[in-house]
Every structure is written in structure tokens, then in C-alpha cells.
């Protein structure tokens, strides 16, 4: 089956502008979510929904960053007014949210870059 | 707040040799759940094994075996019969077993080297 898609793969913008990530996860998959993957860094969380609703946020780094999930599926992050530190790859995951492992399965990532 | 480390920036390793890689974790957490994630150049986070903290036996998985240490808060990846397509940025992760947050905590990588 189809596994985590993200849009687009790579996005070029200059500071200042708003961009939007989108994520579409396996389907039927209740969890999804957001990391940051910055140049030879680890991935760190950005948040964290279940279902439509996000129980865990903590990682968004400023008020620029936010993101929304509808339909319990696609989802999309937005960051605002970007700035050069904003230059990464962010990679978005989804899992059936229940069970033992409740393994997460990534997507490609979406490198961007501010200029 | 749960960290993890990964003290190898860079390994190499002969292909047919075995390799170990290291990871680390600082907890007071009683049980949760252990990963090793590969991230080939395509970016693709791939799951290679887990291993829950209350099981006592080490997790394997073809040529990938683990050498958890709940005591001593470790979590080594071991690579038998390394082969080329196993060069890649190797990822610990850590996820609590109690509710409220599924999120992966990672460590910074490894990235490993197969030598023909």
C-alpha cells in the first residue's frame, strides 16, 4: 500500500515569506507527526496529532510555526515570515496511534531552504 | 526530559565485517520503547528494530541485533555481515511508554560507512 506522502519535496523561499508542508498519511492511520531534521542534527518533534486534535505541541519553536490536520488525515504545517534558521527537512510520520510499538512510519521529508 | 547520544559522529566498517554502533539514554521512566532508525541519502526513515524496556530478551532482526542494558541506560546496534546498501545515517530513538505524547526523542546519528 501507498506509504506517508509529503509535498512538495524540496521548497525554495525567500525570508520573510509564509510557506505550507503538507502531509498525507497511510490511511487509517489515527497519529501523525511533524519533525525537524536540521544540517547533522538529529530529528527533533515538532507535534504530535491524534485524530484532528493535537495533545502535544511542545516542540513548535515560535508562534511563526503551526500546523492543522482535517479529515483525520492530511496535514499541513505553516511557517510564517521564515527566517534562514527555518532551512531544514521536515519529515512527517503516521501511525495507527494504539498498540505495543505503535510503530511510525516517515515520509520523504521536504527539504527547504531560505534564502 | 528524556535525552538520547549517540557518542560516533562516523563509523567504517569492512563489507562481510560486524559493527557496533552506541547509544545511550537518560531516563527515570520504568518502561518504553527503543528504536534504531537507517536514513539513507534518499532521506527515507527506515525502521530497522525495537525493543521494549521490560522485555529482558535483545531484540534481532536478520543481520541486526541489539545489546540493551536497561541498567546501564544502553542501547548498541549490532551489524553482522555488513553490506553496502547498510551505508547510512543510523538513529537511536526513545519513546515513553506512558500516555500523553507518542514522540520519538532522537539521538544526533551515526553515519556509517560500508568499504568494499
Known amino acids: 500500500g501507498a506509504g506517508v506522502s509529503q509535498s512538495p519535496s524540496n521548497k525554495v523561499t525567500e525570508k520573510g515569506k509564509d510557506v505550507e508542508l503538507r502531509c498525507d498519511p497511510i490511511s487509517g492511520h489515527t497519529a501523525l507527526y511533524w519533525y525537524r531534521q536540521s544540517l547533522g542534527q538529529g530529528l527533533e518533534f515538532l507535534i504530535y496529532f491524534q485524530g484532528n486534535s493535537a495533545p502535544d505541541k511542545s516542540g513548535l519553536p515560535s508562534d511563526r510555526f503551526s500546523a492543522e490536520r482535517t479529515g483525520g488525515s492530511v496535514s499541513t504545517l505553516t511557517i510564517q515570515r521564515t527566517q534562514q534558521e527555518d532551512s531544514a527537512v521536515y519529515l512527517c510520520a503516521s501511525s495507527v496511534g494504539q498498540g505495543t510499538y505503535n510503530e511510525q512510519f516517515f515520509g520523504p521529508g521536504t527539504r527547504l531552504t531560505v534564502l | 526530559a528524556q535525552t538520547v547520544t549517540q557518542s560516533q559522529p562516523e563509523m567504517s566498517v569492512q563489507e562481510a565485517e560486524t559493527v557496533t554502533l552506541s547509544c545511550t539514554y537518560d531516563?527515570?521512566?520504568?518502561?518504553?520503547?527503543l528504536f534504531w532508525y537507517k536514513q539513507p541519502p534518499s532521506r527515507q526513515m527506515i525502521l530497522v528494530i525495537r525493543q521494549e524496556a521490560y522485555k529482558q530478551q535483545n531484540a534481532t532482526e536478520n543481520r541486526f541485533s541489539v545489546n540493551f542494558q536497561k541498567a546501564a541506560k544502553s542501547f548498541s546496534l549490532k551489524i553482522s555481515d555488513s553490506q553496502l546498501g547498510d551505508a547510512a545515517m543510523y538513529f537511536c530513538?526513545?519513546?515513553?511508554?506512558?500516555?500523553?505524547?507518542?514522540?520519538?526523542?532522537f539521538g544526533k546519528g551515526t553515519k556509517l560507512t560500508v568499504n568494499p
Open positions: 530513538a526513545y519513546r515513553s511508554a506512558y500516555g500523553g505524547s507518542e514522540k520519538l526523542v
Open positions: 531516563t527515570s521512566e520504568s518502561d518504553y520503547y
